[in-house]
């Protein structure tokens, strides 16, 4: 397939997503990868074919003693640089290519074997600061085209549409648009009408989300859109992180991060907020795989000069 942004960085995985010595796969611009962690927390990743047979070794499973991952066909032995490990020795050469990765916290990333055109951002590091890591959220992979998915992050009206059950938005409002390179701010004023019962039963987080309140969002193209507000229990954080699996299929997940003003919300709001951020992807994933092939627009909304930003990022990358 022809590489979707080559040189980028992609956000692949959070160290909670591979628990320890359990392969992970994982597809990247119509290549298939298998990552795992070992015990000392040291991160790896292979091409998932193996070169005898050509099994998934995701399907196999990690040997702790020699930190090798095993072919589940005829169990052969890789270790981290993709090298054989046969009656007690290990190759010289590797025979399945590894996967270059690079390690920020809990965060891996990789160029997909490819030069760097832009810089590992930031963001995360300088956002999440002090704040405590709830868990990912939305993890998803769905059928649409990359700038398809990308664009539903840059797109201000959708909420009061897409997302009107949920949060019920009857007014949004965008008093700054700010951009430098591939790094892009908004800040969002939003109005909320009143929720029900049955919102808060199934999300008890809306009921500490004040009818109005203010959101900055912040962006790293192409990998990341974050979000972040204030409300009464403390402060979160949303890191969507998007990456192209193949010309026609987009992964998703969300990184949920949260400072509260007492840890008792930890144990009340946890599960719900990640549930509601899981419901955000889910209602997107339904309008994107829903819709029918992209035309030119016949009608223009409030703001769209962000969502065309972020389409001339892509279309001169």
């Known amino acids: 397939m022809k ?14 997503m591979l628990g320890i010595d359990n392969p992970h796969k994982v597809s990247l611009n119509g290549q298939d990868y298998v990552l795992w962690q070992n015990s000392q927390g040291e991160v790896f990743a ?17 040997c702790h003693e020699r930190n090798t991952i095993t072919c589940p066909f005829h169990a052969l032995e890789f270790d981290g640089q ?55 959220a939305g993890e998803k992979s769905i059928r649409g085209t990359f700038l398809n998915n990308l664009l539903i992050g840059y797109d201000y009206n959708h909420p009061m549409g897409t997302h009107r059950k949920l949060f019920g938005i009857k007014a949004n ?30 999300h008890p987080a809306l009921l500490f989300v004040p009818k109005s309140y203010t959101g900055t969002l912040e962006y790293a193209f192409p990998a990341l859109a974050t979000f972040r507000t204030r409300f009464p229990p403390g402060k979160i954080l949303q890191v969507h992180v998007l990456y192209p699996e193949t010309e026609t299929r987009t992964k ?16 009340l709001l946890q599960r719900s907020m990640l549930n509601a951020v899981t419901t955000v992807v889910e209602q997107d994933t339904q309008v994107i795989e829903n819709s029918y092939p992209r035309q030119p627009a016949k009608i223009r909304l409030p703001h769209e000069e962000i969502m065309f930003h972020a389409q001339k990022l892509y279309r001169e990358w």
């Open 3 to 16: 590489t979707i942004l080559p040189g980028a960085p992609w956000l692949i995985a959070h160290r909670s």
């Open 46 to 62: 292979l091409n998932n074919i193996c070169p005898h047979m050509q099994a998934s070794l995701s399907d196999g499973w990690i």
């Open 82 to 136: 993709g090298r054989l490990h046969q009656s007690g020795k290990t190759g010289v050469q590797p025979l399945t290519p590894p996967l270059a990765l690079i390690v920020r916290g809990d965060c891996i990333w990789t160029y997909g074997g490819l030069s760097t055109k832009i810089p590992v951002p930031d963001l995360i590091e300088n956002l999440s600061h002090g704040m405590t890591f709830l868990g990912v």
């Open 252 to 267: 998703t997940f969300v990184l949920v991060y949260a400072k509260f003003n007492h840890p008792i919300f930890n144990t």
């Open 173 to 202: 409002r965008i008093p700054v648009f700010e951009q430098e390179g591939y790094w892009v701010k908004v800040v969002q004023e939003l109005d909320r009408n009143d929720a029900t019962f049955n919102d808060i039963r199934r």
